[in-house]
């Protein structure tokens, strides 16, 4: 049963800094894997999309980086801004079968100071 | 523009009411899925559909019923609720294509509490 566990559980950083979140699942065997932003009371919105041939993929400030054959991702944020503040959360789709369940991670709650 | 769209976004009401969350999508998604957070367990699938009249259970289905007449819509069906489905719930869509590589897309949530 696949697994995913995002640390740390909460992040607070000072405006302006660069800041990584990880990611890990425990089954290599996936299709791709996606970052989202969740805002208090707001739905899941798609940051970044990994296929899991990819190594990395980037877009803005952000940068997602894959290594499926350790069963890790990274969310490389640069220059953080206090617009960042929110729960990010990691998600593997599974390789074949016909449920395209993703698998989330509980997230990191990330709070930026001005 | 493409959205999920869910209502109501707010609901109260009270243990054995039935009630019924409808999901839309206007991308012509075949796929669609529905997941509720707690905290501390996360997002947990509940049901989803590979298309029209296909359904299937996802980890917790028990207590809830989906139906997928059209394409574009997927509710959830709480026949009769009860206070452990309290919780945030999500639509979710994506293309039904095995190889598609899209991301999949999520309504802004649901939040309902049963008395």
């Known amino acids: 049963k696949q697994e995913v566990t995002q640390i740390p559980a909460a992040l607070s950083v000072p405006e302006g800094e660069n800041l990584v979140l990880n990611c890990s699942f425990t089954?290599?065997?996936?299709?791709?894997l996606q970052w989202f932003r969740q805002d208090p009371g707001k739905g899941l919105t798609s940051l970044l999309l990994?296929?899991?041939?990819?190594r990395e993929q980037t877009s803005g400030r952000l940068n997602a980086s894959l290594d499926k054959s350790s069963g890790r991702s990274t969310l490389y944020i640069a220059a953080s801004q206090p617009g960042d503040s929110a729960t990010y959360l990691c998600?593997?789709?599974?390789?074949?079968?016909?449920?395209?369940?993703?698998?989330f991670g509980k997230g990191t709650l990330l709070t930026v100071n001005p | 523009e493409a959205q999920v769209t869910q209502n109501p976004r707010y609901l109260i009401t009270v243990t054995g009411k039935k009630l019924t969350v409808t999901c839309s999508q206007n991308?012509?998604?075949?796929?669609m899925s529905w997941y509720r957070q707690d905290p501390g367990l996360g997002l947990r699938q509940i049901y989803y559909?590979?298309?029209?009249?296909?359904?299937d259970k996802g980890d917790v289905p028990e207590g809830y019923k989906v139906s997928r007449k059209e394409k574009r819509n997927f509710p959830l069906i709480l026949e009769s609720p009860s206070p452990n489905q309290t919780s945030l719930y999500f639509c979710?869509?994506?293309?039904?294509?095995?190889?598609?590589?899209?991301?999949?897309?999520f309504g802004d949530g649901t939040r309902l509490s049963i008395l």
């Open positions: 991308m012509n998604h075949e796929y």
């Open positions: 089954d290599s065997a996936i299709y791709n």
């Open positions: 979710a869509s994506s293309s039904g294509n095995r190889y598609s590589n899209q991301p999949q897309h």
């Open positions: 998600a593997v789709r599974p390789r074949g079968g016909s449920n395209y369940k993703l698998t």
């Open positions: 990994i296929q899991s041939s990819q």
């Open positions: 559909s590979m298309n029209v009249e296909v359904t």
